[in-house]
Every structure is written in C-alpha cells, then in structure tokens.
C-alpha cells in the first residue's frame, strides 16, 4: 500500500512517539509527518534530523490537516487531549493512541467522539526501562506485538489500515483484543511483574550489602528502573485485574513456603517443574505465532 | 603465572564443568586436564574434542595424580563425593567445588577434610537457564563474579592460587565471603527471583489465554526454565535465608496492595521511586566494581 498522499501527525514525542516518528518517516514516506510536543527542543531536534516535517506546540494547525494521528503520552493525558481537541480532528481522521490501559480510556473517550472521526486504540507492546526521546530508535518495534481493541464503532477498513501500517512499521504480530481481555493480559504480563520486581528491590539488603549478581537478578531486576508517574496511572487504573492476579500470585508463593518450611522435596519438586514446564509452553507457543506470523 | 605443572580434574562435565573444561584448557593449558563422570559419552566427547586429556568413570587414578579438583556437581551430591574419596587425594591437593550453597556443605565436609589437603568452596556466578554440557561454552565465565568462601583452615597461599586461576578463566570480579554471607546474599539474588518466578507464570492465565508479551516479561520468565532437581536441593539447603527474604518480600507486595486498594497515588509513586533509585545504585555500583576489577 501506498501511504504518500497521508497527513500523520504524533502526539508526544518520547521513547515510543519517537521511535514511531523514525520508523513511520522512512518506512512509510508519508507527504506530511508532523510532531506535537510541550518540548519545543525535542521537536526542533527532529526537525533538523528530518524526521518530521514539522513540529507545533500547539495542537490545532496540524490536527486540523491529519488523516491519522498517533497519541503517544500518558493514559489520563491522552483522554484530556482527545477531549480538549474534539473540534479539531480532521473530518473522517483516524486517531490512535499507544498507552497501556484500555477499559478506562475507551470508556471516557468512546461516548464522546465524534461520530465523523475513528477511534482505535492501540497498544505497542515494547516499552523499554528508559523514558525520553534520547533512547527512541527506528528498529524498538521490529518483531514485538501490538494489540489493537476495536469497538463496534470502528469502521473495518479503518482497522485494516492501522493493522496494514503497524505491520510496515515493523511490528510482528498484530493481535485484535477486546479492551476487558487486553487490560487482563497486561495486567499479568507487565503490571504484575513491575509490582513483583519493585517488591523484591525494595529489600533494605539492597542498601546494605555488596551485591554479587549473576545473569538472572540483572535481567529480572531491569524493569524495577520505572518511570514512576506513568506506572502509578497504569496501576491505578486497571487496579481490579492488578488486584485479581496479585492474589493468585500471593497463593503460590504461599505454596512454596509451605513446601520450603516443611521440608516437602517431592512437593516443590512439583511445583518447580510444573512452572518450567508452563515457560517451555509459553515460549513454544510465541515462536510458533512468530513464525506463522499471525 | 605459569600453570603447565599443574594436573587438573574436573569431576562432573554438564553446563558448569563442561565450561570450565574449555576454559581451563585454552586459557591455563595445564599438563594435565583430566574429567570425571558418569557418562562416558560426555567423556568421550571432550576427548575426542581435545578438551580433556583423559576421562575417567572411576574417581581414584586421576585424583591420585591431581594438584586442582574442581567438583562441579549437585550440592548433596559434592559431600558424598568428597567424603567418599576422600582416601583418594593426592596429598596437598586443592579441592574446590561450584555449588550454590555454603553453609551445609561446609559444615559437612570440613570436620572430615584431611589435614593435607585444602578445600576452598567456591561458586561461579554463572549460571544458564539450562542444563547439561551441550549448552556449555568457553566463554559462559567471561566478566562474571566469582565468590570463594574460605574458611580460617585455608592456606592464603592456596587462596591466591584459586583466585588467580578463576581470574585467568575469564571472571572479572573475585569476592572473598563467609558462607553465612554468601548463602544469605543467594537466597537473595538468586533463590528468590526464582521462587517468585516460578509462583507468577502459576498462574492458570498461562494456559488460558494467548499472551501477548513484550520484553520485560520474556527476560522475567527465564529463569522459570529451571532444573527442578536441583533447585529442591538449593531452596532447601537454604531455607532460613530464603524464607527470611520471602517474609520482606510479602510485606513489599502487602504495601503495594494497600496503596493500590486505596488508590494512594502518592504512597505508590513513592514505592516505585523508590525502587527505582534502589535498581540505580545497584547498577551503579556493580558497574564501578566492574571497572575497577576488584
């Protein structure tokens, strides 16, 4: 597909608004990217590097030209922005967002869009432990998920169209979710792990002991670097899944203790083996959609 | 210093040993370099390689004749074996070993160690997430941290030879510990990031749902791929140290519930700030080690 004759425009402008920026302007060519930020020195950066057309630091001229637009900043602010700038969307526009948390987003946004425009809320699933335009790069996104959770009133040409452009951008699997099941799945897969990994570091042994690490606590520990005001809104509001699964996560450590305690060999044998087990099917199941590439 | 006097045995070739052997062959080039095991095809393979000058399914002949036993075999399993042979070392011969846990061993074999000879416990920081000598590699040791856990019986003489052959290996950092500092530390680093691995990918979502997953839960989970014979004997050898750091661990989690059930923005922001700045001066400080190669 040819995607010279769109307008795009991205909305905030650091790790992922940036990387966006970088693999839509050479990997898409469209006639105009532009970029709205608060950081004017940001948008004169990729201004000057030719990443994108132009930079406003206010929403409207650009907004007003744009076929579709990407919204890369925190949860709550992506709803105060979309609100705010309900006039100003392009007739017929696509608008999508990046953020982590659906149910609470779309049901702010979805009674009051415009019945002209289409919203479709998007999830890339590659975040990374530094925040900032500084660590954005054209290639974060190549071979990572990315959700889509599509409402009913969301036209199905517009859902090709953001399938068709997250997929030339790189991104492996394209996954359509219901916002319910998706802010389930993250709760597991991301918000769960953070909380676990800040859990563990929050030891005082951290403070007071010289710290040999292998391998292992450097990877599990990577992600307790958190950009602390994003995570406490994505907590927040997906806190009854976050809630569900901390629950179940807190039996089975329940579990281990009571096999540790009891000296019970055969009992943590099985749990030990019965969560390899659970990684070696996770990890097969991931290649397998990698590879099939649905 | 020149070690091409030195008669070396490696008793138990998998991931660990089998790493060791190439090591020791291509960086120290002993006179000899001799393996034990029960497999003789491992044995026949790291012959046939050149790796090894001879292996051996019988423990006594090469023990006789050996300067330096690396022992690199489960922890129950290292008691036995040197408390059987221990008739069968050469007189002033050095016996180290790679296990993961100290103070069990060390009280087992220390009142029994011939007076003649030195046994220095150590333990690489260098474990893979599998097992076995197909995974390993030559350079698995490379910059890694190496701990020896000597105690007031060995020779510094013999402390310094150990130190400087693992540094020859490829280790960066050589830390000297006492056992109750080593275990309690791994019961840290390395046995609670298993457990807790181990209880999150428990959770039945992992064979109900497709998972969608970005990085931080892929480098999470790996250590979820475990070598369930094994870590019984780890997580039970050091059970006081583990359940000590398990019972803060579940406090962390308890505060993160509470302020999460409350919606206490600013007790969460704090938490995860918190945790942030712990992750930062661990990675500084490990890597200031690093480059100062102390």
């Known amino acids: 597909m040819d995607y010279s004759d769109f307008s795009i425009t991205i909305v905030g402008l650091g790790l992922i608004g940036g990387s966006l920026?970088?693999?839509?302007?050479?990997?898409?060519?469209?006639?105009?990217?532009?970029?709205?930020?608060?950081?004017?020195?940001?948008?004169?950066y990729l201004e000057s590097a030719g990443i994108i057309h132009q930079g406003f630091l206010s929403a409207k001229e650009p907004l007003q030209k744009s076929d579709i637009v990407f919204i890369c900043i925190y949860p709550r602010e992506t709803a105060e922005f979309i609100r705010q700038n309900m006039d100003n969307f392009k007739p017929g526009a696509i608008i999508t967002d990046?953020?982590?948390i659906k149910v609470p987003l779309i049901a702010e946004i979805s009674?009051?869009?415009?019945?002209?425009?289409?919203?479709?809320?998007?999830?890339?699933?590659?975040?990374?432990?530094?925040?900032?335009?500084?660590?954005?790069?054209?290639n974060i996104f190549d071979g990572a998920d990315y959700i889509i959770t599509p409402t009913a009133k969301n036209k199905p040409e517009n859902i090709a169209l953001i399938e068709g452009i997250?997929?030339?951008?790189?991104?492996?699997?394209?996954a359509r979710l219901t916002p319910q099941r998706h802010d389930n799945m993250i709760a597991f897969v991301s918000h769960l792990p953070h909380i676990i990994t800040a859990a563990m570091v929050l030891n005082p042994i951290m403070e007071k002991e010289n710290l040999y690490i292998g391998g292992s606590f450097r990877d599990m520990t990577r992600i307790a670097h958190i950009n602390s005001d994003l995570w406490v809104q994505l907590l927040l509001d997906n806190s009854d899944c976050v809630m569900e699964h901390l629950k179940v996560f807190e039996d089975n450590i329940h579990d281990f203790k009571k096999a540790i305690s009891h000296k019970d060999q055969s009992r943590l044998k099985f749990l030990l083996a019965k969560a390899c087990k659970r990684k070696e099917s996770l990890d097969l199941s991931v290649d397998a959609r990698n590879k099939s590439g649905k």
């Open 98 to 100: 990046t953020t982590g």
């Open 111 to 138: 009674p009051i869009i415009r019945d002209d425009i289409d919203y479709i809320s998007g999830h890339p699933m590659a975040g990374r432990e530094n925040k900032g335009l500084e660590f954005a790069r054209e």
């Open 21 to 44: 920026a970088m693999s839509i302007k050479n990997r898409l060519n469209p006639k105009n990217l532009w970029g709205i930020d608060v950081n004017a020195n940001a948008l004169d």
């Open 166 to 174: 997250v997929k030339k951008l790189g991104f492996g699997y394209v």
